[in-house]
């Protein structure tokens, strides 16, 4: 008797199954086959996946990871199209998300509508009032730019990894409007938190496991803690509390209402107004905020600017074109600026080439459609997850002639003037949900560059050849850690 229930059960599935996936009216776009209850057998976690899937079902093809339906974006003019939409710029709700704040929708990154609006718009303006994207921010920029060369004269003619000051330079920039603070960049404790973070990045996916399979939400805790790194979660949110706790308490303490001095102070004013843009504002918000500019803030920021070294070191010939161009618009004496950009044309191009070949955030941050939508001859449902896919898009060949070749020259003219507009190109998204400091990353990834070339040469270490490979890790195409060889120019 048993084994007939268990074989009516699982008829009843798979007729549930057929009926739900299956229906031609509802014209979804194509994917592999989706099992119940599991979903595909195997999920889109690094671009790879996403290459092969794309090759085999076309430019829109749908995945199923658990219960959460997914369509992946692979065509430039259909990710623009799609994130221009209001039906496509909600992040998807899911608890496990802001675990920071116990479930608490908050921050800038992932909160929707009106709460996403005003926070938005008040990092925007006040960012742009505190110098983000202006001519007075770039002396911030320099000053951690001589500091980062003077560290890396240290390891002249070693060879290593790329010193970790990159991280705490990159991120000193952004801190300074945020929080009035910057760090030493041999600072230990801050160093600790941003490997606590990279830790947690490189296992994400225990964050998102109870999202796909809810029944692991009531499993007891003795049973799920490994599989979804329950400790390492726990420690990142205490981590993040202390740290950015501390952070506000300094703030409240001496705060000077007619003087404040950045984001943490406006913020803090802004929410004693109760005004109605603050109806959303509190501590606790702050805290997620802070997390989500220090995250963005050091992290695709620094790892392009590795790349841009590993690139340099395999191609010797593009790097000594942009130390040519440096020298003949910069004295030595001092640092690149703004002021040279026009000069630098070629600097600007290879930049833009390593953001294109390197597509740092190979997939999006997940959307979520609000409202039934017609996409490329497809019906996304409501409560669709949309990912839209940059790697394809900077990949294809309809855009870029040999897209696998690294080759600045895509970049320039036919007079040798740099073009940062191109179809088929959007390193930091696009639509309403664009990078908000796309302006600031733009800059450092000037300043920063053309500090490091000016001084220094990268090289592979001997009988070696560098590994343009990314690393395995989820969503993202971050270099590998491997030994380069710094030396300083003569």
Request: aromatic share 10%; glycine share 6%; with cysteine.
């Amino acid at each position: 008797m048993i084994v007939e229930v268990l074989l009516l059960l699982v008829l009843v599935l798979l007729v549930v199954y057929y009926f739900h996936y299956h229906q031609p009216a509802k014209n979804l776009p194509p994917g592999p086959l989706i099992f119940p209850i599991i979903g595909n057998l195997k999920p889109v976690i690094v671009a790879e996946d996403v290459r092969k899937l794309c090759n085999t079902y076309g430019d829109i093809f749908r995945m199923r990871a658990g219960c959460v339906d997914m369509t992946f974006i692979c065509n430039f003019k259909l990710v623009k199209e799609a994130f221009s939409k209001i039906e496509c710029t909600d992040r998807p709700q899911w608890k496990n998300i802001h675990f920071l704040t116990d479930g608490k929708k908050s921050g800038v990154i992932l909160t929707n509508g009106e709460q996403w609006q005003n926070a938005r718009r008040f990092l925007l303006r006040n960012l742009r009032d505190l110098g983000m994207g202006k001519s007075c921010l770039e002396a911030v920029i320099q000053e951690e730019a001589q500091m980062l060369v003077n560290d890396f004269r240290k390891y002249d003619g070693k060879e290593g990894h790329l010193p970790k000051s990159i991280n705490i330079a990159v991120l000193n920039v952004i801190w300074q409007l945020v929080a009035s603070r910057r760090y030493e960049l041999d600072d230990k404790e801050i160093g600790s938190f941003i490997a606590l973070l990279k830790s947690f990045q490189e296992d994400i996916t225990g964050l998102f496991l109870p999202i796909f399979f809810p029944i692991l939400n009531y499993l007891p805790r003795f049973l799920t803690r490994k599989l979804l790194s329950l400790e390492l979660i726990d420690k990142v949110k205490q981590n993040v509390l202390e740290l950015m706790g501390g952070i506000i308490e300094s703030h409240k303490a001496k705060l000077d209402p007619s003087n404040p001095r950045d984001i943490i102070d406006k913020y803090l004013l802004e929410m004693d107004k109760k005004s109605e843009i603050a109806s959303f504002f509190s501590e606790l918000d702050l805290t997620r905020t802070l997390l989500d500019l220090f995250a963005a803030g050091f992290d695709t920021t620094s790892n392009m600017l590795r790349w841009i070294c590993l690139y340099m070191a395999a191609y010797p010939d593009v790097q000594k074109n942009v130390q040519k161009e440096i020298d003949d618009a910069v004295p030595r004496d001092r640092l690149p600026s703004q002021q040279e950009k026009s000069q630098l044309q070629y600097l600007e191009s290879v930049i833009h080439e390593v953001l294109r070949i390197s597509s740092v955030i190979p997939i999006s941050l997940s959307h979520c459609v609000t409202k039934d939508i017609e996409l490329g001859g497809y019906v996304l449902p409501k409560g669709m997850i949309l990912q839209g896919c940059s790697v394809t898009s900077h990949e294809d060949p309809s855009y870029w002639q040999n897209p696998e070749n690294f080759n600045p020259d895509r970049f320039l003219d036919e007079s040798g003037k740099f073009v940062s507009q191109k179809e088929g190109f959007f390193p930091f998204g696009i639509g309403r949900r664009q990078c908000l400091g796309e302006s600031l990353a733009r800059m450092e990834l000037f300043i920063f560059s053309a500090a490091l070339l000016q001084n220094f040469s990268f090289s592979p270490p001997t009988s070696k050849q560098i590994d343009l490979s990314p690393q395995n890790i989820p969503f993202s195409l971050f270099p590998k850690y491997q030994d380069i060889v710094i030396t300083i120019r003569k």
